[in-house]
T-cell receptor, first 110, second 111 residues
């Protein structure tokens, strides 16, 4: 099956710093989502981005489907950004099943 | 819409007991997914439904696990009999063609 690798596995930032999280996948995908799992365990949708670039406030994401990677940018990080960031992909046509990466654990300290 | 609603939020049960997890998807979504999250295996898909029909249950770990979707607004995941290794957070998610949206999960502890 498709392999999804995320890097770095862990990241510690000072509040206000910027960061880039990476997601590499082993095959062509038709669906890619970024999620934030907050310290309470809730999975929050950040982006649906099978290709191209999107921005939402301090967060933006870019997926280069032909090169099989996606990047999540966090600017001016805040303590509330702490948690685990997951990339999930679906290689099937249509909407079938998301395969999750192992995540990047982010800790933003004040 | 209130989002995907799961119940209970927490469940503690004794080994050998039957456990039933419940999910109400977002209205209008025709896909429903059950995921399990553990430290060792991360987030893994157990089963998904399209228009209430089970499409792929290849992720269901064994016959002790079963899932049903009797109508568009309700699904259950049942474990019978439960074992300590079933302890995990179980997520339900729903979607319509593109994005999947997750419920808050049920934290199951089997002692």
């Amino acid at each position: 099956g498709i392999q999804v690798e995320q890097s770095p596995p862990d990241l510690i930032l000072q509040e206000g710093a910027n960061s880039t999280l990476r997601c590499n996948f082993s095959d062509s995908v038709n669906n890619l989502q970024w999620f934030h799992q907050n310290p309470w365990g809730q999975l929050i949708n950040l982006f649906y981005i099978p290709s191209g670039t999107k921005q939402n406030g301090r967060l933006s994401a870019t997926t280069v489907a032909t090169e099989r990677y996606s990047l999540l940018y966090i600017s001016s990080s805040q303590t509330t950004d702490s948690g685990v960031y997951f990339c999930a992909v679906d290689m099937n046509t249509g909407f079938q099943k998301l395969v999750f990466g192992t995540g990047t654990r982010l800790l933003v300290s004040p | 819409d209130a989002g995907v609603i799961q119940s209970p939020r927490h469940e503690v049960t004794e080994m050998g007991q039957e456990v039933t997890l419940r999910c109400k998807p977002i209205s209008g979504h025709d896909y429903l997914f059950w995921y399990r999250q553990t430290m060792m295996r991360g987030l893994e898909l157990l089963i998904y439904f399209n228009n209430n029909v089970p499409i792929d249950d290849s992720g269901m770990p064994e016959d002790r696990f079963s899932a049903k979707m009797p109508n568009a607004s309700f699904s259950t995941l049942k474990i019978q009999p439960s074992e300590p290794r079933d302890s995990a957070v179980y997520f339900c998610a729903s979607g319509a063609n593109t994005e999947a949206f997750f419920g808050q999960g049920t934290r199951l502890t089997v002692v």
